[in-house]
Structures are given as C-alpha cells and as structure tokens.
C-alpha cells in the first residue's frame, strides 16, 4: 500500500498528537505520584514529632509500652492506605493504555520510516531510468 504525502502527514500529525498526549499523562501521573510522596513524608514527620513528643511524657515503662501499640496500629493502617494509591496511580486504566499506545506509535513511527525510505528509492530508481532514457 503507497500513502500519498498526504496521508503520510495526516498520519505523522496523528502520531505527534498522541505523542503529546502520553507525554501530559506521564506528568499528570509524576505529579499524582510527587504529591502523595510528599503529603506522606509531612505527615510522618508530624506524626514523628507528635509520637517523640508522647514517648518523652510517658511516665513509666507500662504507659510507654501502651503509646508504642497505640501508634502501630494507624502507622500500618496508612502504610496500607499509601500502598493503595500507589498502585492506583500507577496500575490505572489511561497509564496503561498509554504506555500500549506508545508502543504502538513506535512501531507505527518505524513502519512510516521504512515506508517513507521504500517510496525514496522507488523515486530514485523512476529518476534514474527517466534520465537512462528508452
């Protein structure tokens, strides 16, 4: 099949939309990703601070040994809640989609070159035999 320069726009244009609109997902998806990162890391800081704080007002080995279990209890708990996003950031639907059609605008990229390269030697061949003359 022989794409005239037209199609061959079209589709090149076609190609550099979708290349564009993977690359803003990527960033929306580093952004979701930098946001929960950071939001995690002032939170266990606070909470850091907030359990130091607690230990050091503990007034005996017993009540010590109580805040300790108290506070494991919500650090698994948003342990758990982190893990969840995470993957939803990473596992969802677009993303995926994305990454499949960068694939697939890869492969097309690479049949367009050879295509584009198949219609210049045919170009040079029909040259070279229009200058040959009969």
């Known amino acids: 099949m ?4 037209e199609q061959l726009v079209a589709a090149h244009k076609a190609n550099v939309e979708t290349l564009f609109g993977l690359t803003s997902k990527a960033f929306e998806n580093i952004q979701k990703l ?3 990162n950071l939001n995690a890391s002032r939170e266990a800081l606070q909470q850091s ?3 130091t704080q607690a230990l050091l007002s503990a007034k005996d080995a017993q009540e010590l040994l ?4 108290r506070l494991f209890q919500p650090l698994a708990e948003k ?3 982190f893990s969840r996003q995470l993957i ?4 969802t639907r677009d993303f995926s989609e ?3 059609t960068k694939n697939a605008l890869l492969d097309a990229i690479a049949a367009f070159a050879s295509i584009q390269k198949a219609l210049k030697q045919a170009a040079d061949l029909q040259a070279t035999d229009w200058a040959a003359g009969p």
Do not use: F, P, S
């Not at 022989?2 to 320069?5: D, G, L, Q």
């Not at 109580?66 to 279990?69: E, F, G, K, N, S």
């Not at 939803?88 to 596992?91: L, V």
């Open 34 to 36: 930098t946001e929960l």
């Open 2 to 5: 022989i794409m005239t320069n």
């Open 88 to 91: 939803d950031i990473a596992a």
């Open 49 to 51: 601070a907030e359990h």
């Open 66 to 69: 109580a805040l300790q279990a």
């Open 98 to 100: 994305a990454l499949e």
């Open 79 to 81: 342990t758990v809640a």
